[in-house]
């Protein structure tokens, strides 16, 4: 724990050191590199830019990801591990090839660099994880409960939200957290399709770096951190960070 953890440390103390450059441990104590970041507006708009994005990816990704799993682990058809592997592609290709067909695709139909473009490349980069997420809980429910369910007079649209849902709820949340964090972090699928007035926060410290070495990008860094940890705890709220993280039937047990 201390190995994973010890490199968060490190990025929160230096966004409070006093110096120019990046140091560790820290020399002196100050907020100035926070206020730096909250004066410059880029900051804040690839702040924005970013939040949007990952909170639109994520929505969608499980509006589809939820209704492909489900019929994927109900359903048997021709083509259904064809689609699954389709579906699920995106997690072993490499994200810069995704970025440069996103690019390509959107050139085409000429909304290359705009929100959408990045829209469209974030649902398919992060809709895997709700799917794998999901099917993971759909492997420990049981059919016959939603059976059960219509033969007494429930349509499918009402076995789902009332017998369904609720039994993989925990798997639908983890997969909602992967897709926002590898959403918010993505930066190959990003870099193809940003301009200088559109940018995600990953994508704008990966230009800053270019030109700067300070406790700047430390400061963004930690800032980053601090939203992730807020996202945790609200989970841990929600349903409890065991629930969430644990996916398998065989763990349920």
Same mark, same amino acid.
Not at 43 to 56: C, H, M, N, R, Y
Not at 152 to 165: H, K, N, S, V
Not at 219 to 227: K, R
């Given at each position: 724990? $201390?190995?994973?953890? *010890?490199? $968060?440390?490190?990025?929160?103390? !230096?966004?409070?050191?006093?110096?120019?450059?990046?140091?560790?441990?820290?020399?002196?104590?100050? @907020?100035?590199?926070?206020?730096?970041?909250?004066?410059?507006?880029? *900051? !804040?708009?690839?702040?924005?830019?970013?939040?949007?994005?990952?909170? =639109?990816?994520?929505?969608?990704?499980?509006?589809?990801?939820?209704?492909?799993?489900?019929?994927?682990?109900?359903?048997?058809?021709?083509?259904?591990?064809?689609?699954?592997?389709?579906?699920?592609?995106?997690?072993?290709?490499?994200?810069?090839?995704?970025?440069?067909?996103?690019?390509?695709?959107?050139?085409?139909?000429?909304?290359?660099?705009?929100?959408?473009?990045?829209?469209?490349?974030?649902?398919?980069?992060?809709?895997?994880?709700?799917?794998?997420?999901?099917?993971?809980?759909?492997?420990?429910?049981?059919? =016959?409960?939603?059976? =059960?369910?219509?033969?007494?007079?429930?349509?499918?649209?009402?076995?789902?939200? @009332?017998?369904?849902?609720?039994?993989?709820? =925990?798997?639908?949340?983890?997969?909602?957290?992967?897709? *926002?964090?590898?959403?918010?972090?993505?930066?190959?699928?990003?870099? *193809?399709?940003?301009?200088?007035?559109?940018?995600?926060?990953?994508?704008?410290?990966?230009?800053?770096?270019?030109?700067?070495?300070?406790?700047? $990008?430390?400061?963004?860094?930690?800032?980053?951190?601090? !939203?992730?940890?807020?996202?945790?705890?609200?989970?841990? @709220?929600?349903?409890?960070?065991?629930?969430?993280?644990?996916?398998?039937?065989?763990?349920?047990?």
């Amino acid at each position: 724990m $201390l190995y994973l953890a *010890f490199p $968060l440390l490190v990025v929160i103390a !230096i966004s409070f050191t006093a110096t120019e450059y990046l140091r560790f441990p820290p020399q002196g104590l100050t @907020l100035r590199w926070y206020w730096q970041v909250l004066g410059d507006p880029t *900051f !804040i708009e690839a702040f924005i830019v970013s939040g949007e994005l990952a909170a =639109a990816a994520t929505a969608t990704a499980l509006l589809l990801g939820v209704p492909a799993a489900l019929v994927f682990a109900r359903k048997r058809f021709a083509l259904s591990r064809v689609l699954s592997a389709l579906f699920l592609s995106p997690l072993v290709l490499p994200t810069i090839v995704l970025g440069v067909a996103i690019l390509q695709y959107a050139s085409a139909l000429g909304f290359a660099r705009s929100f959408w473009a990045l829209f469209v490349g974030h649902v398919v980069l992060v809709t895997p994880y709700v799917i794998r997420t999901s099917l993971a809980s759909l492997s420990g429910v049981e059919p =016959a409960h939603e059976e =059960a369910a219509q033969d007494l007079g429930a349509t499918p649209l009402q076995t789902f939200f @009332l017998i369904t849902l609720p039994q993989i709820k =925990a798997g639908v949340i983890a997969g909602a957290l992967f897709a *926002f964090i590898n959403s918010w972090i993505n930066v190959e699928v990003s870099i *193809f399709n940003s301009t200088a007035q559109l940018v995600t926060i990953p994508v704008k410290l990966f230009n800053y770096i270019q030109f700067n070495i300070d406790p700047t $990008l430390a400061a963004v860094s930690a800032a980053t951190i601090y !939203i992730a940890i807020l996202v945790v705890v609200a989970i841990d @709220l929600a349903v409890g960070i065991e629930r969430a993280a644990v996916t398998s039937p065989e763990t349920r047990r």
